[in-house]
Nanobody, 123 residues
Framework: QVQLVESGGGLVQAGDSLRLSCAAS????????MGWFRQAPGKEREFVAR????????YYADSVKGRFTISRDNTKNTVHLQMNSLKPEDTAVYYC????????????????WGQGTQVTVSS
């Protein structure tokens, strides 16, 4: 089992950057694909990015490609989401999640979830 705790959210202006972090507990962190999802008010939760077990492969939603970067450090059981050139439409609660499946972009593919961290981007 994996427990996930996100941090790093906040209120920023359009064009600014934020770095989200997700700290994981458990000895099996390196065996999970890690992902970030987000949920804006009144909308369904959507996939943002994922990273493979060893960090060699990443995949992004088209809406964040070129602006966001996902990374992980298996020695520290952490995963990060560097968000640059933020836009008001990036405003959402961001969730870290762990998946035992390869290549999942669906919520159903992720077994463990954090509590979320709020990101608000003002125009």
């Amino acid at each position: 089992q994996v427990q996930l705790v996100e941090s790093g959210g906040g209120l920023v202006q359009a064009g600014d950057s934020l770095r989200l972090s997700c700290a994981a507990s458990g000895h099996t962190f390196s065996t999970y694909v890690m992902g970030w999802f987000r949920q804006a008010p009144g909308k369904e939760r959507e996939f943002v990015a994922r990273i493979s077990w060893r960090g060699r492969t990443t995949y992004y939603a088209d809406s964040v490609k070129g602006r966001f970067t996902i990374s992980r450090d298996n020695t520290k059981n952490t995963v990060h989401l560097q968000m640059n050139s933020l836009k008001p439409e990036d405003t959402a609660v961001y969730y870290c999640a762990a998946s035992p499946l390869v290549g999942s972009t669906s919520e159903g593919g992720y077994a463990y979830w954090g509590q979320g961290t709020q990101v608000t981007v003002s125009s």
